[in-house]
């Protein structure tokens, strides 16, 4: 586990006033990439491919492709309307689908509800920062405009997946384990033009897309060894094999010989186990317990060579490419990409964030700072979809009504206490 985490030691310390390591982090890779762009805009195959393969990045790129195959094919082969676009907004859904994208869409990466200022690690609450109006008002004009869906804030997730399983919806902003369920249900139809490609769409070619900046090791959830163990020794002995090359080649690969082979020196998974990972995949997980022990053991990330100068894990370019449709493949020679994380802004484009991601900082449930955040998702939660459902001329006075809301319930407070805890993290980390 030294060896694993060299360098980022720092990273596992406890507090600012107590340096002890107590926790094991293992929810976090270690020197990883990102290489699977499983997030972004999706748009259906077919839409793409009928439209000629345009430039897809700006919100307005987006839009028309999704305008000019509903002209043309306003209804599927049923009879049944095609959807333009349509959100989960059921529950936490919310932000993944609905608010986070006005952040991605204006250049901020990943950090939650806030944006940090990488020179002063000051935080605030993303809602309240340069473009989100805009991107908010763009939902209103799709909403207006009849290319989002009218049940956007108003169906529960199984609806959501049930409507893109049908084939009828045209474009998506969501994670792709997020409308999985009905994906796989089009890939066993057989129906490979109807699922989905990701583009990395923003407000405007003023902004460039940071959604792969890296963090750098975040620490965080782990697992510790309390006091009443029997024999912690024989339990940091296991953590410290799963930590190993031995253990982490187990883990992610499975047997050799019956999960994978090694051909010419490279480790190759066969034809048949390929296809049940790929169609059969938490079946195939139970019974083999692959990955099942990812998030128990400290491990490398994506694109980490090992000894043997194979990768730890399946997430490399050619393994990723394999576990592609035709139709995906196809979009993307149109495109002259192998993978959709090349239709992205690389993360060696940006430097590392110093203080991890602000969604990995813990703050007490009791601290005002929860207490405030709670406040402010319920105000934003039921303000912007009525912002983005009104009509266009009132969105303007709803946005303004939106931001006194958040001031009067204190979000410059909650702002502030943030900022205080991503400040003691940089410290902690870098001193």
Known sequence: MKKLFGDQLNRLRYSNDDHAIYVIPTYS???????????????????????????????????RVIQSYLDKHPTDENGNKNIGLTLNADDWHMFISVTNPAAET??????????????????????????????????????????????????????????????RVIGLIDADWGYADGEKSLKTANKLDQTYGHYSVMLSDAYKDNRFQSTGFMAGWGVGITTACKDPVRAIKFLDYLA????????????EGKHYT?????????????????????????????????????????GVLDATGNYYTKNFPEQIVSTYTSADKETLKAYHAATWKDLFPQEDEFPVKAWGAAWNIAV????????????????????????????????????????????????????????????????????
């Open 29 to 63: 890779a270690v020197d990883g990439k990102t290489l699977v762009a499983g997030g972004g805009f999706e748009l259906q195959h077919r839409a793409v491919k009928e439209a000629g393969y345009p430039p897809v990045k700006t919100l307005q790129d987006y839009e």
């Open 106 to 167: 204006t250049g901020k990466s990943g950090d939650g509800e806030y944006v940090i200022d990488p020179k002063t690690y000051e935080a605030t609450y993303h809602y309240r920062t340069e473009g989100e109006k805009e991107y908010f008002k763009w939902l209103n004009h799709m909403y207006n405009g009849g290319l989002l869906d009218k049940e956007s804030f108003v169906q529960k997730n199984d609806q959501y997946v049930a409507k893109i399983a049908s084939g």
């Open 244 to 255: 190993s090359e031995q253990g982490q080649i187990l883990d992610n690969w499975g047997i």
């Open 262 to 302: 090694v051909q010419d020196g490279k480790r190759v998974v066969p034809e048949e186990v390929q296809n049940r990972i790929i169609n059969d995949n938490t079946a195939f997980s139970q019974e083999s317990g692959i990955g099942f022990y990812s998030n128990l053991g400290a491990h490398y990330g994506d």
């Open 364 to 431: 007490p449930g009791d601290d005002e700072v929860t207490i405030l955040g709670n406040k402010m998702k319920d105000i934003t939660w039921k303000q912007i979809p009525q912002a983005v459902m009104a009509k266009p001329e009132d969105f303007d006075r709803l946005w303004d009504k939106y931001q006194q809301a958040l001031l009067d319930a204190g979000v410059e407070k909650m702002e502030k206490g943030f900022t205080a805890y991503v400040q003691n993290v940089v410290k902690l980390w870098n001193e």
